[in-house]
């Protein structure tokens, strides 16, 4: 969480990662921008009001820890921690170019705010139930955050950690799952249809929330009412692929966009438009 003196609020942190979004884009002109437009909004909310984490103090060891699971969406992640000041905005000029901090995926090594390597889709969880675990054993009060997409829930690996967390009541752990419906390939539905979430994270002992994933007012609720009851907890948001940029909103093409100079700028401009208005 950002000091209060610096917050500009989830909604305008969420206007403004979009738009350092397509500025990475401008350097390199593509990327996986659905997803990360359907999930920025649950991150700006985290770094805007929920974590426990100070650019300034990255070494904490009682800092709240976020792990991006799909990998893939790093634009997200990039975007709200330059936002945020975790590293200067200059460096988002540098995305997908050589030797660069910005990769595709995330890089703990390399950028300040990254807790774990991550773009081998199905991981994430384990790694953050292991995190979780072991703050937990030397009596540390931080939590462990991780984000999902749905299409990756087809990986065994998920609920293997899924039990795991159950099974050792890691109740300082949180799992967001992104469900827009789509992935590389189609529809979800199509390519392995996985629903009901809520229901399976539920049968492997998971307290279950369904939300609006583009509703920050909703998306803060249930992450601010995350109990210590003994269990970890499952936040399943309905999400749209691409949201904030009507050109490629709920489609799959979204998934990995090459836009035009002129698809770019009318994004920018309708984003813009949205803090003018602010």
């Not at 992104?178 to 229901?199: K, R």
Request: with cysteine.
């Amino acid at each position: 969480m950002i000091e209060e003196s610096t917050r500009i609020g989830s909604r305008e942190l969420a206007v403004r990662a979009r738009l350092n979004v397509l500025r990475m884009l401008e350097a390199t002109p593509a990327g996986h921008v659905g997803g990360a437009m359907s999930c920025i909004d649950a991150v700006a909310v985290l770094y805007d009001a929920i974590l426990n984490v100070d650019p300034e103090r990255l070494d904490d060891p009682d800092r709240d820890r976020f792990l991006l699971s799909a990998g893939h969406k790093a634009l997200a992640q990039y975007a709200v921690l330059a936002e945020c000041g975790f590293f200067e905005k200059d460096l988002l000029d540098t995305y997908g170019r050589e030797n660069t901090a910005l990769g595709g995926h995330p890089d703990m090594h390399k950028l300040p705010g990254i807790e774990g390597n991550t773009g081998a889709l199905g991981h994430g969880l384990a790694l953050g139930s292991g995190m979780a675990l072991g703050l937990r054993r030397r009596a540390s009060s931080a939590k462990v955050y991780v984000l999902l997409g749905d299409g990756e829930l087809a990986e065994g690996s998920n609920w293997e950690a899924a039990a795991i967390a159950a099974h050792y009541g890691i109740d300082t752990l949180t799992a967001l799952v992104d469900v827009n419906g789509m992935q590389i390939s189609g529809t979800t539905a199509e390519v392995m249809d996985m629903e009901n979430i809520a229901a399976k994270f539920d049968a492997f002992g998971w307290r279950t929330v369904e939300v609006d994933g583009q509703d920050h007012a909703a998306l803060y609720d249930a992450l601010v009412n995350v109990p210590s009851g003994g269990v970890p907890t499952a936040i399943i948001m309905r999400t749209i692929k691409g949201a904030g940029i009507p050109a490629i909103e709920g489609t799959v093409g979204s998934h990995y966009w090459k836009p035009s100079r002129d698809e770019l700028d009318a994004a920018i401009a309708v984003l813009s438009d949205q803090l003018t208005e602010r």
